[in-house]
């Protein structure tokens, strides 16, 4: 089974930085696509970043958030700058296996595993 466990999540003010990390339980990491969603509140749960054979960012955050993966610690990260009180959500890590190797979605129900997610408040 894997587990995916998310940290870093807290209150920044705008203009702020924090870095998410969310490590991942297992052998096969590497191998896996991650992708970082987030859920607004009163929104759907929407695509932020993900990491696989490329990285994909949903235009809101490009030039701002930035992920990234260390595999020998089985662990991606999402630094996230010069944060907006829109960027406020509970932001989830979620990882995705194909045969093909490490494809990124940025569909919820590509990915079969799924941390607790952490919350990310940007007060304005």
């Known amino acids: 089974q894997v587990q995916l466990v998310e940290s870093g999540g807290g209150l920044v003010q705008t203009g702020g930085s924090l870095r998410l990390s969310c490590a991942v339980s297992?052998?096969?990491?590497?191998?896996?696509?991650m992708g970082w969603f987030r859920q607004r509140p009163g929104k759907e749960r929407e695509f932020v970043v993900a990491i696989g054979g490329r990285t994909g960012y949903t235009d809101s955050v490009k030039g701002r958030f930035t992920i990234s993966r260390d595999n020998s610690k089985n662990t991606v990260y999402l630094q996230m700058s010069s944060l907006e009180p829109e960027d406020t959500a509970v932001y989830s890590c979620?990882?995705?296996?194909?045969?093909?190797?490490?494809?990124?979605?940025?569909?919820?129900?590509?990915?079969?595993?799924w941390g607790q997610g952490t919350q990310v408040t940007v007060s304005s």
């Open positions: 979620a990882a995705r296996f194909t045969t093909l190797g490490p494809i990124i979605s940025t569909t919820p129900n590509a990915y079969t595993y």
């Open positions: 297992g052998s096969t990491f590497s191998s896996y696509a």
